[in-house]
C-alpha cells in the first residue's frame, strides 16, 4: 500500500481521464465541475472555484441557476480536506437541479456527513479498482465511491468495476 506523504493531502488533484470516460458512458456528459480551477476543471470553462467567471465559492452558488439539461452531469470532487460542507450542499440542492449530480469522495460510510446527506439519499458506487491521481504515481490508498444524485436516481449501494471488470491488481 502506498504511504500517504505528511503534510500532502490530495486538495486539489486531478480525476484520471480513463474513469472521467466511464462516469460519462455511464452517466452523461460532465457540464458542470462545481470543484475546480482554470487549470484542473474536467468541463472546461464551466466550473465554480477560483478563477470562475461563474462563481468563485460553489458553497454560496445556487447550483440550480446554471445552465443545465437532464441528461447532464454535474461533477463535484471536492477537496478532500473539507467534505462535510460540499457532500451537505450537495444534497440539498439536488431536489432542484435538471442534472445528474455525481460527487467523487473517500468511501467514509463511518462519517456523520455520510449518515446524515448521503445514506438511503443517494445512488453509493463503491470504485474498484482504486483510482490513481493525474499528478500521482500510485493509487489513492483509500477506497473511493461516487454518491449519485438525481430524481430518476434509485438509493442504494453497489460496487462499480468502472474499468469494465480488467483483471484488478489491488
Ligand atoms: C480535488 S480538486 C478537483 C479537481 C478537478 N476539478 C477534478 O474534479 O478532478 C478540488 C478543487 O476544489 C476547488 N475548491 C476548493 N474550495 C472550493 C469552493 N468553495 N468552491 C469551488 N471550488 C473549490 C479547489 O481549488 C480544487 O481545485
Redesign the pocket.
Known sequence: MPKQKPGKS??????PPEF?YAVQERFGSIWW?????K????SGSR????G?SA???????DWAVLPQAPGDVM??????G?IR??VAKAAEQAPALRATLVV?VPASVGTEWFARHVHRKALVLALRPRLT??GSTDPYPKDLMLVVFGRWVVPGFDVWRWDGGKECPF
Open positions: 490530495e486538495q486539489a488533484v486531478g480525476t472521467l465541475d462545481l470543484a475546480a480551477t487549470k484542473n476543471s474536467v466550473f465554480l472555484g477560483p470562475s462563481d468563485e465559492n460553489a458553497l454560496a452558488a461533477w463535484l470532487n471536492p477537496p478532500y473539507n460542507p460540499f467523487l491521481f493525474v
